[in-house]
């Protein structure tokens, strides 16, 4: 399957560091070679790069890589293929407005079967089960009236409510934004880290590659970082199946237990993890 | 105002070299400094390149001039702010995804009051008069049920009728796609020109790069470049206010004449001209 990044920051943050250990798992360090993307929220506004080439030799990745777009919200994807070819129309993010806000989804699983679809002013422009999904989604926040006026508790309650329906049909690991409340449910394995004032030093996994965040990061920041697996020598928090959080401003704001079916944890369970070989189960 | 430039091509083409001397207009032979934009349709997909810097010195401007991504449909866009601020949400071109297909949008000109907005399931995310146009244009298609089997023709009307309805509220040059027909309007000014088999050479005359077509082109290759003004020597055919065209795979398949009204025209002919400093309306 995939691999999911997403920040949630109090200030416009650099993914550089976070970005270069996820970005070697697209076929460096992992086999995640059918594309990949990231979406950067700056304020309103939403930056989408995709590209069908692996992460690890992809020039428009390393490109992110050495620019440092500062962004408060951020959700990467690296892919490997279930549903749908290697192309362009097939790598995540997926992005939609709606309402006058960009919002960004990205999914690891595989949702079988689509008798799940809800049908509404968003549709699918690849063959994923995943955009797929993601329109489904969003025509529910259609129907549901969300809007600006929506709190985010309000929000959370959509949000939940669709992932009971959806996680029924398959694995349903995913990221949500819209670039202010920062969305991820644990299917089967999801992990996070808060960076918070005083700060330490963190080494990637992934690269040789270490920042001294105190050297950097004020009072004033508050990041979380959201992975499949852990980016970082830090201590991450590894999910539990069925948690369903609610990031904002990188802090951790609202968190629910959606349980997952024992059917498609099953399969999950018999499924070998795509990086360490181990059981998918033991991991989230 | 700003600058358009967008390809129709019957065979994936190479933009770099257009781009790059449309790219040179953002601050180095001319003033469009408030940022750019060119999205790539890619079969389905569509890449969506956005900055807020000046393109002469945005280092995506140079990462899209050097990787040349090959497309049929390509818009581009560098601006000059009238509403909106200089930033990222502001920048065109816009994208909004209908029934499945990306659909992209850039616009020179200026639209004076909001009362020609039509609410549907399309909202801006900036400030600008120009993505309120898209989403109004796109709320029309919406409301006339336009789906894929819409033939290009019926499209064809159905933006004849808004472009008459929104071009009486002020000067609205606008290039848009839906990755398979490219429907251009010249409200004050527009030029487009066609290669074709025997090709030539031409020179870019906002920077020192020529390019020999016959050496790279097959008899296969139709391209219409469409631009705000001419890119290169070439000859290019200069559009008359109220021009619209619909281009397909490098071919202009159909024209309507949409007039321009009167006093739209006279506010164009007393705005300076931002390429030469000569009248806008001895231009188009």
Same mark, same amino acid.
């Given at each position: 399957?995939?691999?999911?990044?997403?920040?949630?920051?109090?200030?416009?943050?650099?993914?550089?560091?976070?970005?270069?250990g996820f970005?070697?798992?697209g076929?460096?360090?992992?086999?995640?070679?059918?594309?990949?993307?990231?979406?950067?929220y700056?304020?309103?506004?939403?930056?989408?790069?995709?590209?069908?080439?692996p992460?690890?030799?992809?020039?428009?990745?390393?490109?992110?890589?050495?620019?440092?777009?500062?962004?408060?919200?951020?959700?990467?994807?690296?892919?490997?293929?279930?549903?749908?070819?290697?192309?362009?129309e097939?790598?995540?993010?997926?992005?939609?407005?709606?309402?006058?806000?960009?919002w960004?989804?990205?999914?690891?699983?595989?949702?079988r079967?689509?008798?799940?679809?809800v049908?509404?002013?968003?549709?699918?422009?690849?063959?994923?089960?995943?955009?797929? +999904?993601?329109c489904?989604?969003m025509?529910?926040i259609?129907?549901?009236?969300?809007?600006?006026?929506?709190?985010?508790?309000?929000?959370?309650?959509?949000?939940?409510?669709?992932?009971?329906?959806?996680?029924?049909?398959?694995?349903?690991?995913?990221?949500?934004s819209?670039?202010?409340?920062?969305?991820?449910?644990?299917?089967?394995?999801?992990?996070?880290?808060?960076?918070?004032?005083?700060?330490?030093?963190a080494?990637?996994?992934?690269?040789?590659?270490?920042?001294?965040?105190?050297?950097?990061?004020?009072?004033?920041?508050?990041?979380?970082?959201?992975?499949?697996t852990?980016l970082t020598?830090? +201590?991450?928090?590894?999910?539990?199946?069925g948690?369903?959080?609610?990031?904002?401003?990188?802090?951790?704001?609202?968190?629910a237990?959606?349980p997952?079916?024992?059917?498609v944890l +099953?399969?999950?369970?018999?499924?070998?993890?795509?990086?360490?070989?181990?059981?998918?189960?033991?991991?989230?």
């Amino acid at each position: 399957m995939c691999q999911l990044l997403a920040l949630s920051c109090a200030e416009p943050t650099d993914v550089t560091f976070s970005f270069t250990g996820f970005a070697a798992r697209g076929g460096l360090t992992d086999h995640h070679v059918d594309g990949w993307g990231i979406a950067f929220y700056e304020e309103r506004a939403c930056r989408l790069f995709i590209d069908d080439k692996p992460a690890c030799r992809s020039p428009m990745a390393e490109f992110v890589k050495r620019y440092p777009i500062k962004s408060r919200n951020v959700i990467a994807h690296i892919r490997k293929a279930t549903q749908g070819g290697a192309s362009a129309e097939n790598c995540h993010p997926f992005m939609r407005e709606h309402n006058g806000q960009q919002w960004v989804f990205a999914h690891n699983g595989d949702l079988r079967e689509r008798n799940w679809w809800v049908s509404g002013p968003y549709a699918p422009v690849g063959t994923t089960d995943s955009e797929t +999904a993601f329109c489904t989604i969003m025509n529910v926040i259609h129907k549901r009236g969300v809007d600006r006026d929506t709190t985010p508790d309000e929000l959370f309650d959509v949000i939940e409510d669709i992932t009971r329906n959806l996680n029924q049909y398959g694995i349903f690991n995913f990221l949500l934004s819209n670039g202010q409340s920062q969305f991820a449910y644990c299917s089967t394995r999801l992990a996070y880290v808060m960076r918070r004032w005083p700060f330490s030093s963190a080494r990637l996994v992934d690269a040789d590659m270490s920042v001294d965040f105190s050297a950097y990061a004020t009072s004033e920041d508050y990041t979380a970082v959201i992975a499949t697996t852990p980016l970082t020598d830090e +201590a991450w928090t590894t999910c539990q199946p069925g948690d369903l959080l609610m990031f904002r401003a990188g802090s951790l704001v609202r968190r629910a237990h959606v349980p997952v079916p024992p059917q498609v944890l +099953a399969t999950a369970r018999y499924a070998p993890s795509e990086t360490s070989g181990t059981p998918v189960v033991s991991m989230g």
